[in-house]
């Protein structure tokens, strides 16, 4: 049996995901302009609090360098604060700004209208999807 690409399931995640992303990535440029870094900063820091930059490079799986270029856009146009970080003096603590909460608000109703959408796309397998992501997403470095 000969190997092909576009049967290996891990290839085909990798591309779904991607294609998703983007999908959802045009909705909060037209919105707000962002992109997926930000995007990605803005929802962690929503939901964190204050965090460092490596914590939220942990959490999204984005290269530190793109995590600190995102926040410091981020930080110029006023959604994102910077201060010292409680724990370690060695890093800075992000969080976002008033203006930066707002617009969160505004867009989790763009991405709960998006995600509603995708759930009725997959129909009655979203149920057993969601809970095989689950199932991976706890031991992530299984052979």
């Known amino acids: 049996m000969a190997f092909h690409l576009d049967d290996f399931l891990p290839y085909r995640l990798a591309v779904a995901a991607q294609q998703v992303s ?15 870094p930000e995007w990605r900063v803005l929802a962690h820091l929503n939901h964190s609090g204050s965090v460092s930059v490596r914590d939220i490079h942990n959490r999204v799986s984005l290269d530190k360098s793109v995590v600190s270029r995102a926040a410091t856009r ?8 910077k201060s010292d970080h409680a724990g370690d003096r060695r ?8 203006q930066g909460r707002d617009l969160m608000d505004r867009l989790g109703q ?27 997403a706890q031991d992530p470095d299984a052979p």
């Open 74 to 81: 981020l930080e110029q146009a006023g959604l994102v604060a």
């Open 22 to 36: 983007r999908r959802f990535a045009r909705l909060y440029a037209a919105e707000a302009g962002l992109t997926i």
């Open 91 to 98: 890093l800075i603590a992000l969080e976002l700004t008033p």
């Open 110 to 136: 763009v991405a709960q209208a998006f995600q509603d959408r995708l759930l009725a796309e997959l129909g009655p397998d979203a149920a057993a999807l969601s809970a095989a992501l689950d199932r991976l």
